[in-house]
């Protein structure tokens, strides 16, 4: 059985006028360790659901594998908090391109790393697949909707992948990446096509958002959030179209446009 996402807490509520001792619902934060064929080889700050996926996306995102059928066993440890992964064939860790580091849940890896690793893992995407923007405005409602944790503490994020008709998976975390991390691991996980795929996420569209998003595969990118610069320029360049603050029927289409149909 799988640990909550969440967990309670006795705090004092203030309301203006007088304090009233209560329970609150709080996010949960997990850190889990992964120790890669017996070396250990980071620790994941993250909430503690779906940690099958989160290992087997993280190892994909990190260039260490390309599919779920190259790790050979993978078991977690959840009262230590440790995944215990051995590959099909032993993974040698280069000093040069990986170190032992924490990876926190609002992200922490070093540049060099950070581009090194995306240099050979992430994709060009050629998709021709279309969404309307009412489709777009849809998804973020029901991705929002969705999740139970985001309502009850507010201190988690969502994601979602999806054909161009309805979400086909969503999965939440105290992390933004984790939670993409834990899309890709489903997708690998379930052999699942991504070229005609739409990602949602609750998140800024960051430089490593985006990454992420070419990675797994998927040629669209929803966000209730607001995007950076460079994370623009590596959509345009990697062929993403980046749709941001999808609120109240409104949105903005950053790049790559010929995939929204506007029905104007």
């Given amino acids: 059985m799988e640990l909550s996402n969440t967990t309670t807490w006795r705090i004092l509520k203030y309301d203006g006028s007088m304090a009233l001792e209560k329970e609150d619902v709080i996010a949960a934060e997990f850190p889990l360790t992964l120790k890669l064929d017996g070396e250990e080889f980071a620790t994941l700050v993250c909430s503690p659901s779906n940690l099958q996926e989160l290992v087997i996306g993280f190892l994909a995102s990190e260039g260490v ?40 849940s609002c992200c922490g890896k070093s540049r060099q790393f950070y581009f090194h690793n995306d240099m050979l893992t992430a ?66 996980l379930n052999r699942l096509r991504t070229s005609d795929k739409v990602i949602a996420f609750s998140g800024r569209l960051s430089s490593e958002a985006v990454l992420k998003a070419a990675k797994i595969g998927c040629g669209i990118m929803l966000s209730k959030s607001a995007p950076t610069d460079l994370a623009l320029r590596l959509a345009e360049d990697l062929g993403i179209t980046c749709v941001g603050f999808i609120r109240g029927g409104e949105m903005n289409v950053y790049t790559h446009p010929e995939r929204i149909d506007f029905g104007i």
């Fill in 123 to 188: 994709k060009t995407i050629m998709t021709r697949t279309r969404i309307t923007a009412d489709q777009c405005i849809r998804f973020m409602r029901e991705l929002q909707e969705s999740s139970s944790e985001f309502r009850s503490t507010g201190g988690v994020h969502n994601a979602a992948i999806g054909t161009t008709a309805e979400l086909l998976a969503v999965r939440t975390d105290i992390g933004r990446h984790n939670a993409l991390d834990k899309l890709f691991g489903y997708c690998l």
């Fill in 65 to 104: 594998i390309r599919a779920a059928g190259q790790v050979r066993t993978l078991t977690i440890a959840e009262d230590t908090g440790i995944a215990y992964v051995e590959l099909e064939h032993k993974h040698t860790v280069s000093q040069a391109h990986y170190a032992k580091r924490f990876i926190g």
